[in-house]
């Protein structure tokens, strides 16, 4: 039993399901929950900051897992300076037996921990996995040798069994007596404000379950691709992503569901679309820095660049491209874009745009609300073929897509795709001032 232990809270923010908590609670006499609000990494490389709408559902998820914590005997401290500096303030400060923490994809946080972990060799350092269906000793080869495709690791997974989600813990250890002055390591946490997708494990766990309760289930391979309607996917990544809920949660509620209703292709695909998430949470744990490198996995640099004013357009929803500007805007106004959008919106930055497919995976990083480093920079590497896909980069024609799934333009005329510059450039490749070409009515 440690005397006294620090769990830190990162895309695990629930008690039920959070394997790295019950065994904080079960092996800790004393305990402090604490979230490092800490400045991401690739937030500050691009010169980029979590948006409006994502950091409210941030906001309310901290609130409620602090209201959660409080039922338990514990509440959650928030910490501003996650740096390993700020990191090694904390504990210094406190002289933690043992730190609890769930493993994270994205290598900057691990690179960092690891640098705390060498400077600390006194504390016992717990990492544990709970943002996966399945654990990384489970998994039939070794994480270096992760298949090159999302096929192939399907095959090899599909087979193993799911751990069941377990409980929250009763009861939690209760905090040390703390300083006056030792409170000024922490800042409060935000008070919830509205949003229109509430955060938070409760808010998590009634959408799943209204999900389930509804047919949708049974005509997801039918309606996932839409480019618009809440029942047409199961939006659980608005949760997922900060993990209010598990995968291991829903993927229980799904095969409740199939129980109760039956199972089909529809219920089996939503398990399929679970599984590519598992594929490149796995593929950042295996590749580490080069899942935003610009090479990636290939062998040679895509021939794209970074031009400004083409990417402000992009951005903007100004692009000589409808659908695209249809997608942008919807993403800009609500913090979410559909699957077969974001595939779009990618394949136009990289091919038509002729954009480095890093500025597009940094902006969605910014204003997705569901973002997750693992599935945003791995699905952008597939798309601009650095990444999983031996076939190559994916191109879209995106005329055929818009009379595919936007016969009628009912998508482009809501988001008001068609307001836009029809050229895509104000100067040409040798920096000349392009004119508008004069009209017969000029
Ligand atoms: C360029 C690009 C960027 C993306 N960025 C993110 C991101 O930051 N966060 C994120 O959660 N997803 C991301 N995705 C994957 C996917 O678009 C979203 O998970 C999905 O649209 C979320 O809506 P949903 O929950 O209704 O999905 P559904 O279609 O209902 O799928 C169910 C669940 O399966 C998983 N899933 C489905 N498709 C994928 C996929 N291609 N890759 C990984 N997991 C998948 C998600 O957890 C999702 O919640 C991205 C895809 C692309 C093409």
């Given at each position: 039993?440690?005397?006294?232990?620090?769990?830190?809270?990162?895309?695990?923010?629930?008690?039920?399901?959070?394997?790295?908590?019950?065994?904080?609670?079960?092996?800790?006499?004393?305990?402090?929950?604490?979230?490092?609000?800490?400045?991401?990494?690739?937030?500050?490389?691009?010169?980029?900051s979590p948006s409006v709408l994502q950091r409210q559902q941030l906001f309310q998820s901290l609130d409620t897992l602090d209201l959660n914590l409080r039922g338990l005997g514990q509440h959650l401290h928030s910490v501003v300076d996650g740096s390993t500096d700020g990191l090694a303030r904390l504990l210094e400060r406190f002289e933690p037996c043992a730190i609890y923490r769930s493993q994270q994809a994205d290598p900057s946080v691990e690179s960092r921990w690891n640098a705390v972990i060498k400077l600390y060799p006194q504390v016992v350092f717990n990492q544990i996995t709970s943002h996966t269906l399945f654990e990384q000793t489970a998994l039939p080869f070794?994480?270096?040798?992760?298949?090159?495709?999302?096929?192939?690791?399907?095959?090899?997974?599909?087979?193993?069994?799911?751990?069941?989600?377990?409980?929250a813990p009763a009861q939690l250890p209760p905090p040390p007596q703390m300083a006056d002055h030792w409170r000024q390591l922490f800042t409060p946490i935000e008070k919830r404000a509205n949003t229109p997708i509430a955060g938070g494990?409760?808010?998590?766990?009634?959408?799943?379950?209204?999900?389930?309760?509804?047919?949708?289930?049974?005509?997801?391979?039918?309606?996932?691709?839409?480019?618009?309607?809440?029942?047409?996917?199961?939006?659980?990544?608005?949760?997922?992503?900060?993990g209010t809920i598990s995968v291991r949660q829903i993927f229980q509620q799904l095969k409740h569901h199939e129980s109760k209703h039956g199972a089909n292709d529809s219920?089996?695909?939503?398990?399929?679309?679970?599984?590519?998430?598992?594929?490149?949470?796995?593929?950042?744990?295996?590749?580490?820095?080069?899942?935003?490198?610009?090479?990636?996995?290939a062998e040679i640099s895509p021939k794209t660049s970074f031009y400004p004013e083409r990417f402000r357009k992009w951005c903007?929803?100004?692009t000589p491209h409808p659908l695209i500007n249809a997608c942008m805007k919807q993403l800009n106004a609500c913090g979410y874009m559909s699957n077969r959008g974001r595939q779009l919106v990618a394949s136009c930055l990289v091919h038509e745009l002729a954009l480095d497919w890093r500025y597009g995976a940094a902006y969605m990083a910014q204003n997705l609300i569901d973002y997750d480093f693992a599935s945003n920079w791995g699905n952008w590497q597939y798309l601009a073929g650095v990444?999983?896909?031996p076939r190559g980069h994916r191109h879209f024609n995106l005329q055929k897509q818009t009379a595919i799934y936007d016969p009628k333009g009912h998508f482009v005329s809501l988001w008001d795709g068609a307001h836009c510059d029809s050229q895509l450039d104000s100067v040409d490749m040798v920096d000349w001032p392009i004119t508008r070409q004069k009209s017969s009515k000029d």
């Open positions: 039993m440690y005397k006294l232990s620090l769990m830190f809270f990162s895309n695990d923010l629930r008690i039920a399901d959070n394997a790295t908590l019950l065994h904080a609670a079960e092996r800790s006499a004393k305990l402090i929950c604490v979230y490092l609000q800490q400045p991401d990494a690739l937030y500050l490389r691009y010169s980029m070794q994480l270096a040798s992760l298949p090159n495709s999302f096929s192939k690791f399907r095959r090899l997974v599909e087979p193993l069994p799911i751990s069941k989600a377990i409980a494990e409760g808010a998590a766990a009634q959408h799943v379950t209204e999900y389930f309760k509804g047919d949708a289930a049974q005509t997801y391979k039918l309606t996932r691709n839409a480019l618009d309607g809440w029942q047409n996917s199961t939006k659980f990544s608005l949760w997922l992503a900060n219920t089996y695909w939503i398990y399929f679309e679970l599984l590519w998430r598992e594929y490149f949470q796995w593929y950042a744990h295996s590749h580490g820095n080069r899942v935003i490198e610009y090479k990636g996995l903007i929803g100004n990444g999983a896909d």
